[in-house]
């Protein structure tokens, strides 16, 4: 089946250590995102990408980093210098540019910092 | 600055009422509006509304956009539990990009009462 799968599910961190989300989607979409959500707070986009090797800062990407090496991954990494990073984190995708469609979201990764 | 607005916060309705979510943005560059629900986990998507005055229906939900006035609103009639979620208004920013990274309203928390 198409879609996008987030894993883990569910993290636990330490404070001070580094964690990478995982993002892919087999929907041969061009553009992917990751967003951050909070409790009574919409999504914020933290970073996007429109094509391989490409990537752009979304509103909150302090603290954040990605890469895009293949068009089917887009990995989060959250790290130390993240001051608040227990959060819901959602990836999605969509076709591309200019696309007048729809994004596609992961089932998403709810990280805890203990 | 690009933004978007949703009211109320939180709404309790028993089956069977109708309700109507309301949604009202600012942005520089408009190219759409998306409404989003969410239940648990991944927003899934409602509609997309591009043009003034040009009701979209699904069922027992439907939306409609008011590009002079700057909102759009969203149904629902005859209530069921299973309407119970956070519904999430986004657009694309200004700042261009696909249609994928979205400002989204902090979202409106339905909840169906038997």
């Known amino acids: 089946d198409g879609g996008i799968t987030q894993s883990p599910k569910y993290l636990f961190r330490k404070e001070g250590q580094n964690v990478t989300l995982s993002c892919e989607q087999n929907?041969?979409?061009?553009?992917m995102y990751w967003y951050r959500q909070d409790p009574g707070q919409g999504l914020r986009l933290i970073y996007y990408s429109q094509i391989v090797n490409d990537f752009q800062k979304g509103d909150i990407a302090e603290g954040y980093s990605v890469s895009r090496e293949k068009k089917e991954s887009f990995p989060l990494t959250v790290t130390s210098a993240q001051k608040n990073p227990t959060a819901f984190y959602l990836c999605?995708?969509?076709?591309?540019?200019?696309?007048?469609?729809?994004?596609?979201f992961g089932q998403g990764t709810r990280l805890t910092v203990v | 600055e690009d933004k978007v607005v949703q009211s109320p916060l939180s709404l309790v309705v028993h089956e069977g009422d109708t309700v109507t979510l309301n949604c009202s943005y600012e942005v520089t560059n408009f190219r759409s509006l998306l409404w989003y629900k969410q239940e648990k986990k991944a927003p899934t998507f409602l509609f997309m509304l591009?043009?003034?005055?040009i009701e979209k229906k699904s069922g027992r939900l439907s939306s409609i956009l008011d590009k002079k006035e700057l909102f759009s609103i969203l149904n629902i009639t005859a209530t069921q539990t299973g309407d119970s979620a956070v519904y999430l208004c986004a657009l694309p920013p200004n700042y261009g990009g696909s249609q994928g990274n979205l400002i989204f309203g902090k979202g409106t928390k339905l909840s169906v009462k038997p």
């Open positions: 929907l041969n979409h061009d553009a």
């Open positions: 999605a995708s969509s076709p591309g540019t200019g696309a007048n469609t729809e994004a596609f």
């Open positions: 591009t043009s003034s005055g």
